[in-house]
Each structure stands twice: as structure tokens, then as C-alpha cells.
């Protein structure tokens, strides 16, 4: 060690690099960067709210589909479908179990449809929200609906007493 006296520099660092960092940081290449990063990044967000707004319609479209399915074109087949569903037509000793099965599916769907369209009626009045929710909700709704669908086709194929509604719920 040398002796250094009071407020004498120890070392003398070379300011040029960090002179030129400085110069390249507030330069116009650096403004450029940073607007083509703005720029990239509102595109993605255009590009989320698309994406968003086009997965919001198909649920919808989702919904729509299995509630007609359901309450229009099956609805006929029950007494009382919205509440306590009673399969009004005659099946054969092999479809008691399938028909059981038909009655409780079509109570479930009551409960799950209504919760669908809630979801779907509070995502619409805030398009921007997180969609997963009810993104859920529509898988869960249309699988069920498809099960129901399918169950209720092999019972009307099973039984000549709603022989006029196979088209229709096939």
C-alpha cells in the first residue's frame, strides 16, 4: 500500500464507454426500439380482444344450440321437464334403466343450462373479462347435453311409440 492522501482519486475510470451507453440509450435507435415494442404490444392486445370476442360467440353459439336441443326439440317428450322430468312415452323392459337415466340427465341439464347462460350473460356485459369460467361452464353443458342427446336417440330408436320424433332427435 501507498499512501494516499485525503480526497485524492484512488483510480481514474475511463468514462468513454459508458459516455457512449449513455449516447446509444438516448439515441433515436433506442426511441425506435421502444416504439416498435409499443407498437407489437397493442397488436397483441387487438389481437387477444379478437380472439377473446370470437370465443365469446362460439359459447354463445354453444349455448344457443344446446338450449334449443334440449327445451325445444326435446321438451315434448316430458311431463314436467323443467322440474321433475317424466319421460312421457311407453320404452321397452331393456330401456327402463336408459329412461331413468333420460329423466335424471334432463333435470341436471335444467341446473346446468341456467348456470351457463348466467355465465354467459354477465361475460357479455363485460367482454373483457377472463373467459375460463364460463369457458367451463360450456364444456361441461354441451358434453352433458350431447350424453343426454345420445341416450335419448337410443331409446326412441328402441321404441315404436316415438317412432315420429327419431328424426328430429337423432
Same mark, same amino acid.
Given at each position: /500500500? %501507498?499512501?494516499v492522501p485525503a480526497g485524492a482519486p484512488l483510480e481514474k475510470l475511463d468514462a468513454t464507454q459508458l459516455e457512449l451507453s449513455l449516447n446509444k440509450l438516448l439515441s433515436h435507435t433506442a426511441v425506435k426500439d421502444v416504439a416498435v415494442a409499443e407498437a407489437s404490444l397493442a397488436n397483441a392486445r387487438a389481437d387477444a380482444t379478437a380472439a377473446n370476442s370470437a370465443l365469446l360467440d362460439a359459447l &354463445? %353459439?354453444?349455448?344457443?344450440r344446446a338450449d334449443d336441443a334440449v327445451r325445444r326439440e326435446t321438451d315434448t317428450l316430458f311431463v314436467n321437464p323443467r322440474t321433475i322430468p317424466t319421460f312421457?312415452?311407453?320404452? /321397452? *323392459?331393456n330401456s $327402463?334403466?336408459?329412461? &331413468?337415466?333420460?329423466?335424471? @340427465?334432463?333435470? /341436471?341439464? @335444467?341446473d346446468v343450462l341456467t348456470k351457463l347462460k348466467s355465465g354467459l350473460d *354477465?361475460? &357479455? *356485459?363485460?367482454? $373483457? @373479462? %377472463?373467459?375460463? *369460467?364460463? %369457458?367451463?361452464?360450456?364444456r361441461d353443458a354441451l358434453g352433458k347435453t350431447s350424453t343426454y342427446l345420445q341416450n335419448l336417440a337410443t331409446i326412441a330408436n328402441d321404441s315404436p311409440s316415438i317412432s315420429s320424433y327419431k328424426g328430429t332427435i337423432s
Amino acid at each position: /500500500g %501507498d499512501i494516499v492522501p485525503a480526497g485524492a482519486p484512488l483510480e481514474k475510470l475511463d468514462a468513454t464507454q459508458l459516455e457512449l451507453s449513455l449516447n446509444k440509450l438516448l439515441s433515436h435507435t433506442a426511441v425506435k426500439d421502444v416504439a416498435v415494442a409499443e407498437a407489437s404490444l397493442a397488436n397483441a392486445r387487438a389481437d387477444a380482444t379478437a380472439a377473446n370476442s370470437a370465443l365469446l360467440d362460439a359459447l &354463445n %353459439d354453444g349455448y344457443f344450440r344446446a338450449d334449443d336441443a334440449v327445451r325445444r326439440e326435446t321438451d315434448t317428450l316430458f311431463v314436467n321437464p323443467r322440474t321433475i322430468p317424466t319421460f312421457n312415452y311407453q320404452v /321397452g *323392459a331393456n330401456s $327402463s334403466a336408459l329412461k &331413468n337415466t333420460i329423466e335424471t @340427465e334432463r333435470q /341436471g341439464l @335444467e341446473d346446468v343450462l341456467t348456470k351457463l347462460k348466467s355465465g354467459l350473460d *354477465a361475460a &357479455n *356485459a363485460t367482454p $373483457s @373479462e %377472463d373467459l375460463s *369460467a364460463v %369457458d367451463a361452464l360450456a364444456r361441461d353443458a354441451l358434453g352433458k347435453t350431447s350424453t343426454y342427446l345420445q341416450n335419448l336417440a337410443t331409446i326412441a330408436n328402441d321404441s315404436p311409440s316415438i317412432s315420429s320424433y327419431k328424426g328430429t332427435i337423432s
